[in-house]
């Protein structure tokens, strides 16, 4: 089965967030409102540097896909 890169998510217990899930490597879940991130993997050490080079990158592609997403409903 094809998952698609990013997903939108939300929860109805947690009215004000909505998050953009990664869903290749590294998996993320992304709070849009704060830009706070959940890793839904395991990092060693050794991946810490590749993770800072492509995290600002990935931030960006998440918000690009919310804003596109947000913008094809009104």
Known sequence: ????????A???TLQESIYVLHTEYPR??????????LWLEEFSPADQEELNTV??????????????E???LE
């Open 10 to 12: 939300d929860n109805s």
């Open 70 to 72: 947000i913008e094809t």
């Open 55 to 68: 995290t600002e990158k990935l931030i960006e592609e998440a918000l690009t896909f919310f804003d596109h």
């Open 28 to 37: 993320f879940l992304l709070n849009v409102a704060n830009d706070d991130i």
């Open 1 to 8: 089965m094809e998952v698609p890169k990013f997903l939108i």
